[in-house]
């Protein structure tokens, strides 16, 4: 049996977000495991998927949430938004299915981490994906700096996401924090209509006083 990792839409409806593909496998599906029930159901009513007569259990709460698996029938792994097991609890779903032999298929669909990076015009050839960085203002600052360093030492992209309510906090923290020439982008509601992808030197950054907003983002650091 398979565990499908179902990619969610970022902002577009899903069936022009994702391909034909994917989309006959997730509707082929009568079990999932998800990160929240309210968004799952959204996102499968949108296919006119029955949502009533489908098995959607939440990461976390259920105890078995391979039950399916061993059952005898496939599973789709749905995030809330983006790629599951990235950023994201599902990866603990994803390690239990390969630990017990079941086969994981990820199906085709949009990741912010990587829309980002491919509009960002930084290093794409070496980057890491450092999930979020501390709450707490001294260590944000400190782990700001590790990631300057490790990024002109190593000549990568650095790459994290913050929670919406604190990414002025965290813009803040990065252009005190950067060299001037340090390039920084900022991508804000990937595939949304109001969409923003831009990169400046930290520099320009400090002189441009922008405000983000609380929405989505994703922040990419290259030291020169």
């Known amino acids: 049996m398979i565990l499908y990792a179902i990619p969610t839409p970022l902002g577009s409806p899903p069936a022009q977000a994702l391909p034909a593909p994917a989309l006959a496998t997730i509707r082929s599906l009568k079990d999932f495991v998800v990160e929240n029930a309210k968004s799952a159901r959204a996102f499968l009513g949108a296919l006119a998927m029955p949502v009533r007569e489908l098995s959607i259990k939440v990461i976390g709460e259920d105890q078995d949430p391979l039950g399916p698996l061993r059952g005898g029938r496939a599973l789709g792994l749905l995030s809330d938004a983006g790629c ?19 086969r994981v298929v990820p199906l085709v669909g949009p990741s ?29 600052m400190r782990r700001i700096r590790e990631l300057e360093q490790r990024s002109k030492r190593e000549q ?69």
């Open 112 to 140: 912010s981490i990587v829309l980002a990076l491919m509009a960002s015009g930084l290093e794409g050839q070496r980057f890491a994906f450092c999930g979020y960085l501390p709450r707490e203002a001294g260590e944000r």
């Open 84 to 102: 599951p097991a990235i950023a994201d609890p599902g990866a603990g779903v994803v390690e239990a299915a390969h630990r017990e032999g079941f």
């Open 156 to 224: 990568e992209t650095e790459i994290f996401i913050e929670t919406p309510y604190r990414n002025e906090a965290l813009f803040a923290a990065l252009v005190q924090s950067c060299r001037p020439d340090t390039q920084l982008c900022i991508a804000a509601d990937l595939t949304m209509p109001d969409e923003s992808v831009r990169t400046k030197p930290v520099a320009e950054w400090r002189r441009a006083r922008a405000v983000i907003g609380r929405r989505p983002a994703v922040f990419l650091l290259q030291a020169g």
